[in-house]
């Protein structure tokens, strides 16, 4: 008698044959959204399946960021443009959930806002280890989490490793490009000499595309990156002012006004003031 398979593979005899359901964990899944209002609110659930399915999508960023990292390191640009694009399409979904999170009146989300406190998405981990991923690297974040917390280990161990800024750096070091380090922070917008000569040296990548296509793609698609995020950054405050207005966040921050800072920040400031340096031709390096 012929042996079943589930997924092109044998399943043993006395073994259940794995199912849609149990390959996905999917009761496992659906059972992880426990409201905390009581009476329970109706829209409590959709805020929590909503968060939830943003920090998959910030777990599969990691992913594919962290891939994007070997690929440039081995030198292998196209591999991590399409990856890359992967992650701009990702972001392209976080952007546009937020209009269903939309539908939620002021009046639904008072209703349950009060039982979220001290939680607060400023807290979410993952989004922070993307954004040390990335090269946005402030300490100061840490404080957000407890020593030796599953929370903070990741992220200590981000800032002890290359970032994604780092290895287009690097990778455009080893084809030639003068690139300063960055200061021990990390990226800093508008930062002394060091800073000056690698939008210069980036302007020369533009400047000279043709010799280098692949590179002048990549920082294309680095500066796509960078303008998601933002994007999502705004649309996020415009929905946090929509909803509760100008009042204080559930973790204690200044709510809409703090959001709307955080979208001033930039993963490659460089590569977006090249733009106004195009066109200047400046005297050769001594």
């Known amino acids: 008698m012929p042996t079943p398979t589930s997924f092109g593979r044998p399943v043993p005899e006395g073994e259940d044959r794995l199912t849609y359901g149990g390959y996905l964990r999917i009761r496992e899944l659906t059972g992880l959204q426990t409201l905390l209002s009581e009476p329970a609110q109706h829209d409590e659930m959709l805020f929590i399946v909503i968060h939830q399915t943003y920090e998959l999508w910030f777990k599969q960023i990691l992913h594919e960021l962290d891939a994007v990292v070997r690929h440039l390191d081995a030198d292998q640009v196209l ?4 990856l890359l ?18 539908t939620m009146t002021p009046v639904d989300f008072l209703a349950f806002r009060d039982h979220l406190a001290p939680a607060s998405g400023f807290q979410s981990a993952q989004f922070r280890e993307i954004e040390y991923l990335v090269g946005l690297r402030d300490k100061r974040f840490l404080e957000n989490y ?12 981000r800032l002890s490793e290359p970032s994604l800024r780092d290895a287009f750096f690097n990778l455009l070091r080893r084809r030639g490009f003068e690139l300063p380090e960055d200061a021990a922070e990390g990226a800093t917008e508008g930062a002394g000499p060091e800073h000056r000569k690698r939008v210069q040296e980036l302007a020369r990548l533009y400047r000279e595309a043709q010799q280098c296509y692949d590179l002048f793609l990549l920082a294309e698609r680095l500066v796509e990156l960078d303008e998601m995020f933002t994007r999502w950054r705004l649309r996020h405050v415009l929905m946090v002012e929509r909803v509760i207005g100008a009042k204080s966040g559930t973790g204690g921050s200044s709510g809409a006004a703090y959001l709307r800072r955080t979208a001033e920040r930039r993963f490659f400031p460089e590569l977006w003031e090249l733009r106004s340096e195009l066109g200047v031709q400046y005297p050769p390096h001594s």
Request: overall charge negative; charged content about 35%; glycine content about 6%.
């Open 79 to 82: 591999g991590a443009q399409r």
């Open 85 to 102: 694009a992967r992650c701009i399409e990702i972001q392209r979904l976080l952007v546009e959930q937020i209009s269903v999170l939309e």
């Open 146 to 157: 407890d020593e030796g917390s599953p929370e903070r280990m990741p992220l200590e161990r």
